[in-house]
Every structure is written in structure tokens, then in C-alpha cells.
């Protein structure tokens, strides 16, 4: 959800008046090795409309995360290629990888309604997928890095949303637990800092408008608004959703009756977090196979 830049290493971002060391960069974490997976499958007739399955070894029924990548919501930031490596090291450990691509602004149909049309219908795609692969669809998490974590955050919350709404889809699958690496949980509140992180506005271009001049657009699209989700929430904190803006929304989803846990991985960067290897990214990894999974594991 950075600058689509080669030069990363050593860059410093300044936020919340912490300072980061950004030691990898979107196309650096492109670069790390992913297993092939099972199948590529569309979830819709367009050509940016499809996801990557990945299967554990065994015969399943397998929980099943969806990975959603970040990049601004803006072509040219990241693809699908940036949570390969994610979702290949949680296949390997025991848990189906559901990795999808989907439109952004710039793409044919990306923006204000299609980008979330497209994270809605990728998601209650696990329906299809269950009828031909060892699927537990009562073990559902929605994963996403960056702007994909708002993405993850408004797919938990979308089934609040009014039955009439053009975004949130006719039946939203219910996800078990949600969890979003650094990105935001207020769009809204976004507004502004999203040139710091982006290098230019792309909230306005992503809604259409901004908050003064959409406000039912952002009303049905920031997870923040849509409190409480009924879906515990996971939040990784680290150079984007910074532990000040972490703080407050676990405190606001809580006092709604929400549980919101928090990691913040020690000195690890945006693209860190993501990176099966670093520090950060093992981190990561193990929360999600430990609290994560625990959550979505049925009621006694």
C-alpha cells in the first residue's frame, strides 16, 4: 500500500510520530518463493475476477483463509502476486489459501461499486469452492495486507449492510474471524493520510467523491462505521494502521461488544508483516495459526 517504487531499502516513512525502517518493498515480496497452487479459478466473468487455491497435504476438511492483497486500491501498487508467498506458507502449515485478484481504480469496472463487488463475490465464492474441495466453511477467515485490510474488515461487516446496498452482495458468506495487516479499519479517517502513505489521494478516487461529498458511499464502506461486526477482529499494527489508530478502534469495537485483539510485530516494516522469513512475517504467521484458528474453531 506504498509507493510503487524499486527504491525501498532504506526508506523511511514517518507516522503517528513513529519512524519505520521499510527494510522490503511490494516487488521484493513479489520476489519470494510461493508453491504452485491447486487450482485458478474465476469467481466472476471478468478477466481480474479469479483467486488461487492452495490445498494442505491430507484429506481435509481444511479451514480456509482468503487472502486479499493491498496497493492503494489502485492499479499498479500490487496484484494477487503480493500475497503468494503468504498464502503459500499458510497452506504448508495445514490451512486452505483462497488468494484473490480483483478490479481497482484504473481497472475497467474498479472503484465505487466494482472493488467491493468484487471482494464480496470472491468471498462467498468458498461456496462453489466447498463443493469440489475439502472445504470447512464454518472455518472461513478473511486475510488482508494493506488496503486489503479494509477489504477484510468490510467483508466481516458487509451482511449489516441495507438489503438494497449495491455492495453488499444478495447473501454475504459469514466469516469466522477477520484480520487485517496494517491497513485501515476508518476509511474515512483515512482521508489525508492516504497521500502520506500512497503519494497521492486515493480514497476520493476509490469512493468517487469524498466524505463531504459521498457520505452514504463511505457510511457502507468503512468497517469502523459498521461496529460491532460480530466477528472477532485481528488487528497487526505496524507503519500504516500505527498503534495509535489501532488503540482506538479495538476501544471503540469493544466498547460495541466486538473482541479485537492486537499484534504489533517488534521493528517490522509494512511489507515485513507479509514476508514468510522475516521476523514480522513469522510473527504473523503464527498468531494466524494460533489466536486466529482458535477463533474459528466451533463453540463446545
Keep these: 500500500m506504498m509507493k510503487p517504487l524499486a527504491v525501498w531499502v532504506g526508506l523511511i516513512l514517518a507516522a503517528g510520530g513513529t519512524v519505520f525502517a521499510q527494510r522490503l518493498g511490494p516487488r521484493d515480496v513479489d520476489a519470494l518463493p510461493a508453491s ?18 492452495r490445498l494442505p497435504p491430507g484429506p481435509g476438511p481444511f479451514a480456509l483463509v482468503v487472502v486479499i492483497h493491498g496497493g492503494c486500491w489502485t492499479r499498479g501498487f ?28 484504473g481497472d ?29 466453511l464454518t472455518r472461513v477467515a478473511v486475510i488482508g495486507h494493506s488496503a486489503g ?25 459469514r466469516v469466522a474471524a477477520a484480520v487485517a495487516l496494517d491497513g485501515p479499519g476508518d476509511l474515512t479517517g483515512f482521508v489525508g493520510f492516504d497521500a502520506q502513505v500512497c503519494g497521492r489521494p486515493v480514497v476520493a478516487a476509490l469512493m468517487g467523491g469524498t466524505p ?9 464502506a468503512s468497517p469502523q462505521g459498521l461496529l460491532p461486526l460480530g466477528t472477532p477482529q485481528f ?59 482458535e477463533a474459528m474453531a466451533p463453540k463446545k
Design 235 to 293: 488487528l497487526v499494527s505496524a507503519a500504516v494502521l500505527t498503534a495509535d489508530k489501532a488503540a482506538a478502534y479495538q476501544k471503540l469495537a469493544r466498547a460495541k461488544g466486538d473482541a479485537v485483539e492486537i499484534l504489533s510485530p517488534k521493528n517490522a516494516g509494512h511489507f515485513e508483516i507479509i514476508a514468510p522469513g522475516q521476523p514480522g512475517g513469522d510473527a504473523v504467521i503464527k498468531w494466524i495459526l494460533g489466536p486466529v484458528m
Design 36 to 53: 504452485e497452487p491447486k487450482a485458478v479459478l474465476p469467481y466472476g466473468a471478468e478477466a481480474l475476477q479469479f483467486g488461487e487455491l
Design 108 to 136: 475497467e469496472g474498479g472503484g465505487w461499486p466494482g472493488t467491493f463487488q468484487d471482494w464480496g463475490a470472491a468471498v462467498d465464492y468458498a461456496r462453489e469452492l466447498a463443493k469440489r474441495y475439502p472445504l470447512d
Design 149 to 173: 485490510a479494509h477489504a477484510a474488515l468490510w467483508v466481516a461487516a458487509r451482511e449489516r449492510l441495507p438489503a438494497t446496498s449495491r455492495i453488499r452482495g444478495a447473501r454475504p458468506l
Design 212 to 220: 463531504a461529498e459521498k457520505p452514504e458511499r463511505y457510511r457502507q
Design 78 to 105: 500490487a496484484t494477487v502476486r503480493n500475497t503468494a508467498a503468504l498464502a503459500s506458507a499458510l497452506a504448508a502449515r495445514g490451512v486452505a489459501t483462497w488468494n484473490v485478484e480483483y478490479r481497482q481504480v
